[in-house]
């Protein structure tokens, strides 16, 4: 009769009874337990910091929309500087788009005029 079921062996080769396998499943199974606690409780200080970032956020962009807004009413005679990353967040000039329309537009003439030559 041939047993399919393989004794577990520790790293030295011999071969663990029944109690010690049984011991060592417990201890995988607690350490994995306390694994699954502390991933939740990194989980609950990234939700944490996660909002408060985005209260921080929300906070900024109503500044911003303030300032933005008494700029543009003029009611504030200092003129407001922006940092270099709201400068760049603004509108793109009409530079780009008009050179990949000429460049594509080039593209698919010169490949129209190899598919003509076959």
């Given at each position: ?12 080769g011999v071969t663990l ?31 944490a910091e996660n909002d ?67």
């Amino acid at each position: 009769m041939s047993d399919d079921w393989e004794k577990p062996y520790e790293d030295e080769g011999v071969t663990l009874g029944p109690e010690d396998a049984l011991r060592q499943e417990i201890e995988k199974s607690k350490t994995l337990k306390v694994e699954k606690l502390q991933l939740k409780d990194t989980i609950e200080k990234l939700e944490a910091e996660n909002d408060a970032l985005s209260k921080t956020n929300q906070s900024l962009e109503q500044k911003l929309n303030s300032l933005t807004g008494q700029s543009a009413e003029g009611g504030n005679s200092d003129p407001v500087q922006y940092s270099p990353i709201f400068q760049a967040a603004q509108a793109p000039s009409m530079g780009w788009p008009v050179f990949l329309l000429v460049f594509n537009l080039a593209a698919a003439g010169i490949l129209l005029i190899f598919l003509l030559k076959q």
